[in-house]
């Protein structure tokens, strides 16, 4: 079992940055690949990031390519989403996902949002 727990959301500028932090349980994370999500209100569920269980390979939704970076830390259990240049139609409820079938990014595992494990998300506002 893995329980994913996300921090960092807040409200934020037009132009401004945050950094999204995503907590893991269990054993199984430092072999996973990661991901995060949005939902925006009104709107469906939508592919951000992902990254392959040792970070050397990320993924981007087009929409935030160039503004985000996805990171981890396995020796602390964590994955990272760094947001800049935001702008209001960041505003959403960011999750944080995990894929325990493979250590690489299975692309399709993420854009069809079929993860094992989702977090309980945080909340992005960005005011323009």
């Known amino acids: 079992q893995v329980q994913l727990v996300e921090s960092g959301g807040g409200l934020v500028q037009a132009g401004g940055s945050l950094r999204l932090s995503c907590a893991a349980s269990g054993r199984t994370f430092s072999s996973s690949a990661m991901g995060w999500f949005r939902q925006a209100p009104g709107k469906e569920r939508e592919f951000v990031s992902a990254?392959?269980?040792?970070?050397?390979?990320?993924h981007y939704a087009d929409s935030v390519k160039g503004r985000f970076t996805i990171s981890r830390d396995n020796a602390k259990n964590t994955v990272y989403l760094q947001m800049n240049s935001l702008n209001p139609e960041d505003t959403a409820i960011y999750y944080c996902?995990?894929?325990?079938?493979?250590?690489?990014?299975?692309?399709?595992?993420?854009?069809?949002?079929?993860?094992?494990?989702w977090g309980q998300g945080t909340q992005v506002t960005v005011s323009s």
């Open positions: 996902a995990g894929d325990t079938g493979a250590t690489m990014v299975r692309i399709w595992v993420f854009i069809q949002g079929r993860c094992d494990y």
């Open positions: 990254i392959s269980w040792n970070g050397g390979s990320t």
